[in-house]
């Protein structure tokens, strides 16, 4: 818990200052603490943002076990994480499945850290490699399996949208998908969901870090929406030990979206 409790004492208590005006306004108390978005400030700020990804890492650890026991990744070949931070979930997975590669798309700054870790490591041989850029624009193409844990929920509904257009992009490449012995791709979304809308102070925190409209989802029923108005067809839920729903999906069609 060390990172984490860094994080909420540091930065988050510098942007809860503002705790008032974000109900007043519905702007993240974040930007009008800090003048720019959360990652936008990390990036001018390594040592917040090491601790960022720490915390990040920390928290994920639970969960990287529940997906590593609740999904069968024999069929795989490639796993993408999009927005895996320091790469904990993959190298978790990847440890317990030797055969898999691991891709971790995350901000230039995120993977150059991560990247050097991971040789400084060499734990899991060259598997895991760290493809900096932007999940807005595109993400690494070459997955049969596509993971995006804790990212959708810092984003209005819209950004949510073009975070898995470029997903599912991604998965529907036509070169990819000619691939010989290529099975069809699966993206599994991952988020700590409610069961109903009632835990408002949840979505308060969520809207003053991460900005207006990132408590626009709650519940599994929103993510289904979501994930419908993305063109991905929803081929199991499952709520995990770690608290964390996980959507299995797959591309409804090959229309590359924009
Ligand atoms: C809440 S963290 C979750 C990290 C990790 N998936 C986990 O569950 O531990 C969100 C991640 O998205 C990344 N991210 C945010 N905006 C991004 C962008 N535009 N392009 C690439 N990564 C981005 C952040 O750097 C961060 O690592």
């Known amino acids: 818990m060390r990172n984490r409790c860094i994080l909420l004492a540091e930065t988050y208590d510098d942007a809860f200052g503002a705790l008032l005006s974000t109900p007043r306004t519905g702007r993240a108390g974040f930007h009008e603490v800090f003048g720019v978005p959360l990652y936008e400030y990390l990036e001018g700020a390594p040592d917040a943002e090491r601790v960022f990804d720490a915390a990040m890492a920390e928290l994920a650890r639970s969960a990287a076990e529940a997906v590593a026991d609740r999904f069968d990744f024999s069929p795989v070949r490639r796993v993408v994480d999009i927005g895996g931070g320091d790469g ?113 102070v949840h979505a308060l925190f969520r809207t003053v870090v991460s900005g207006s409209g990132a408590g626009d989802f709650e519940t599994p029923e929103d993510m289904r929406r979501l994930l419908a108005e993305a063109d991905l067809e929803l081929l199991s839920v499952t709520e995990l030990s770690s608290g964390h729903h996980a959507f299995e999906c797959t591309p409804r069609s090959a229309t590359p979206l924009r």
């Open 88 to 200: 904990t979930v993959l190298s978790t997975i990847l440890a317990r499945y030797p055969h898999l590669e691991g891709v971790c798309v995350d901000r230039p700054s995120v993977c150059r850290r991560s990247s050097d870790r991971a040789a400084a490591g060499r734990t899991l041989a060259g598997r895991l490699t760290f493809r900096p850029g932007d999940i807005f624009e595109s993400v690494a193409s070459g997955g049969d399996l596509y993971l995006l844990k804790n990212v959708l929920h810092d984003w209005p509904w819209h950004s949510c949208l073009r975070i898995l257009a470029s997903v599912r992009n991604a998965m529907t490449r036509a070169d990819d998908a000619q691939a010989p012995g290529r099975v069809p791709p699966h993206l599994i979304v991952l988020e700590p969901l409610l069961h109903r809308e009632a835990d408002s």
